[in-house]
């Protein structure tokens, strides 16, 4: 059975102490790894999307990579406004091109001042 | 930039009363899914239009419906109400693959309660 798995559940920060939040997939037929933000209340927010074993992406303080089981987010010198639910998903080949995210459970970052 | 549009963003509901919800893509996406997010959870994915043709499938109870039209909206009919379904629904919406990377961007959700 496919599944996304992410760890840790929940993590606290110091301002500044830089950390990665790592997601472990075991499914066929990946067709992309995506990383979204979410706020309490509040639609999921894009991050990154991955698609080869080696692939990196930046933005600001992250930074995702992707290796063939596993994805890690790195985040350097956090800020508290970094503090969110960090979510990892997958987008597996359905044949109809409009494909469903697999999503994993979730990383909880608190990041305090 | 203009974002998903979801309306509307709060729904009370009694148990087997019909609820119908309404989501409008980012201009020029042509693709719309729908997913639920449960107290806690994440989210799971519903269903998925492309061309007002239905494309993916996923969780959906029988009683969910959905449909896509002409302009690309979408909207998602759940009849006879359990409390169960009380959750954050989410309404995303892309380029079909086909068109260029399929980066699903989320609306801001309606809260459905049902009591």
């Known amino acids: 059975e496919d599944q996304v798995t992410q760890s840790p559940e929940a993590l606290r920060l110091q301002e500044g102490e830089s950390s990665s939040l790592n997601c472990s997939y075991t499914?066929?037929?990946?067709?992309?790894l995506f990383w979204y933000r979410q706020d309490p209340g509040k639609g999921p927010e894009f991050l990154f999307t991955l698609y080869s074993a080696g692939e990196e992406k930046e933005k600001e303080r992250l930074k995702a990579t992707l290796t063939k089981k596993e994805s890690f987010l790195h985040i350097t010198a956090p800020k508290p406004e970094d503090s969110a639910t960090y979510l990892c998903?997958?987008?597996?080949?359905?044949?109809?091109?409009?494909?469903?995210?697999?999503f994993g459970k979730g990383t909880h970052l608190i990041i305090q001042p | 930039a203009a974002g998903v549009i979801q309306s509307p963003r709060h729904l009370i509901k009694e148990k087997r009363e019909t609820a119908t919800l309404k989501c409008y893509p980012i201009p020029r996406h042509d693709t719309v899914y729908w997913y639920q997010q449960g107290p806690g959870q994440d989210p799971q994915f519903l269903i998925s239009?492309?061309?007002?043709?239905?494309?993916d499938k996923g969780s959906i109870p029988d009683r969910f419906s959905a449909q896509q039209f002409s302009d690309y909206h979408s909207e998602l009919n759940m009849s006879s109400l359990e409390l169960g379904d009380s959750a954050l629904y989410f309404c995303?919406?892309?380029?079909?693959?086909?068109?260029?990377?399929?980066?699903?961007?989320f609306g801001p959700g309606t809260r459905l309660t049902v009591t």
């Open positions: 998903a997958v987008r597996l080949y359905s044949g109809g091109g409009a494909d469903g995210l697999t």
């Open positions: 995303a919406s892309s380029l079909h693959w086909t068109r260029g990377a399929p980066e699903q961007y």
């Open positions: 239009f492309y061309e007002k043709m239905q494309s």
């Open positions: 499914v066929s037929g990946l067709r992309g």
